[in-house]
């Protein structure tokens, strides 16, 4: 039965041990101390049964030189002897061989001396003059038991400690290679994101041309927006955002029939009013299933929702409407008001600038109009110009962006006889006009 149990424990685990043998295959060593000859035959005699060599010494010093040179396990000691005794000699072998077991022999009742041996060479037994063999033996055995435990058990702790290593390395190794997938990961990500911002615009201008704007006017609509956003001191994430919603606000409006986009809202019969109602939950549509527009989806559903909630689609008041919907409205009327597609005449700048001022209680939001204006005021040297009457020495007052969202002249550039020509031909290319701003002291936002 025993060999059945051990053929199914792994062969690191052992059932039993002869206690006369260590974990190496060495014969156990105890040592006999004691300046009597007749003591050291006698013990030698008794402690043949346990198989194991015995060594001997007259007295302390001499034992400390067999220390020297050879691995004891046990050192049994008289107490009293010559030139050193064996409270001594236990406290040089507690400090030098910590690991060899003390076992006291005495047969004086010497209390000091016993407590010496105790307090400074921490003996393991005490064995009493006259001794009865089959006590030694026992003591002896339990004596080489508690040693093989402890063998066995510095090996566990060594495994242990080994594993845990092991274990703590591969755990190091593991979140090394954790870190560097989820960096991979990141730059992945970025790299899409920055894909899609560039895209985006690229999508935008498509509008633009789809509905005889100038080319970059929902860009510069879309960096307006922003702008205001930062101003505001929104998160990037809220600011991108909004960004998004100022390039795709009018997505939906691609679906409405065109003798709808060509009229004023306040010329427009309650059939037109409501199908042009519907394009913001559209727009909304469109762009859901993509999760880097959920949230500008949200936005473009409620830019024409008022703050006194007269407003479409959903009569949205107030703290209800999302604050980019808010933004997007102000910039939206403000377009809106000069083009006369909100109600029945252009109206200048200074006109569409009045009109977000009165309804700053009702429509808007006071603070965004407020900061709509500021941003105004900030463009108030620039003009925009189309490219028939640009002149050699302009300078550019914002990037123009070309049909590709690409950045074709950089802000600050000052425009050539040469410029004005690739831009003329690139517009005859593309059948469409830049929107153009150069520096001037006009005040003037389309």
Not at 7 to 28: S, Y
Not at 265 to 291: A, C, I, N, T, W
Not at 360 to 388: A, M, T, W
């Amino acid at each position: 039965m025993k060999d059945f149990i051990k053929g199914l424990l792994p062969a690191n685990v052992m059932i039993e041990n002869k206690l006369n043998i260590d974990e190496n295959g060495r014969i156990r060593r105890i040592l006999i101390v004691d300046d009597e000859p007749y003591i050291l035959s006698a013990l030698k005699r008794c402690l043949r049964s346990l198989d194991v060599e015995i060594l001997s010494a007259d007295n302390g010093i001499n034992a400390l030189e067999v220390l020297k040179t050879e691995q004891v396990d046990i050192i049994l000691s008289d107490l009293r002897m010559p030139e050193m005794d064996g409270a001594t000699l236990f406290s040089s072998v507690a400090n030098l061989y910590p690991q060899t077991k003390r076992i006291l022999l005495t047969g004086y009742a010497d209390l000091d001396s016993i407590q010496d041996a105790i307090n400074n060479g921490h003996i393991y037994s005490l064995i009493a003059k006259p001794w009865d063999n089959q006590n030694v033996l026992l003591i002896l055995q339990r004596t080489l038991k508690t040693i093989q435990l402890e063998e066995e058990n510095k090996k566990l702790l060594d495994m242990t400690e080994r594993q845990n290593k092991e274990l703590k390395r591969i755990n190091s190794d593991l979140q090394i290679k954790v870190d560097e997938k989820v960096l991979s990961l990141k730059e992945t990500q970025k790299k899409l994101r920055k894909i899609f911002t560039d895209v985006l615009p690229l999508y935008t201008n498509l509008i633009d041309v789809q509905h005889g704007l100038k080319l970059g006017m929902t860009h510069r609509f879309g960096e307006i927006a922003s702008e205001i956003a930062y101003r505001l001191k929104l998160e990037f994430s809220e600011i991108q955002a909004i960004y998004f919603s100022g390039l795709l606000q009018n997505i939906g409006i691609t679906l409405l029939p065109e003798k709808i986009l060509n009229k004023a809202y306040v010329m427009m019969s309650v059939d037109e009013k409501e199908q042009f109602h519907r394009h913001p939950g559209l727009s909304e549509m469109l762009l859901m299933g993509h999760k880097q527009l959920k949230e500008p989806a949200n936005i473009i559903r409620c830019i024409h929702e008022h703050c006194d909630g007269s407003g479409f689609p959903d009569g949205k008041m107030a703290d209800e409407i999302p604050l980019g919907s808010k933004i997007i409205l102000v910039l939206n009327h403000y377009q809106r008001l000069q083009n006369g597609n909100l109600v029945n005449k252009k109206l200048t700048p200074e006109q569409a600038r009045q009109f977000l001022v009165h309804h700053r209680h009702d429509y808007y939001e006071s603070k965004i109009v407020h900061v709509f204006l500021d941003v105004l005021e900030k463009h108030n040297n620039e003009i925009e110009i189309n490219s028939e009457n640009l002149m050699s020495g302009m300078v550019l007052s914002q990037d123009l962006i070309a049909f590709n969202s690409l950045h074709m002249l950089s802000k600050n550039q000052k425009i050539t006889t040469e410029i004005i020509h690739h831009i003329k031909s690139f517009e005859k290319e593309v059948g469409n006009q830049f929107l153009i701003f150069v520096n001037s002291n006009i005040d003037e936002f389309e």
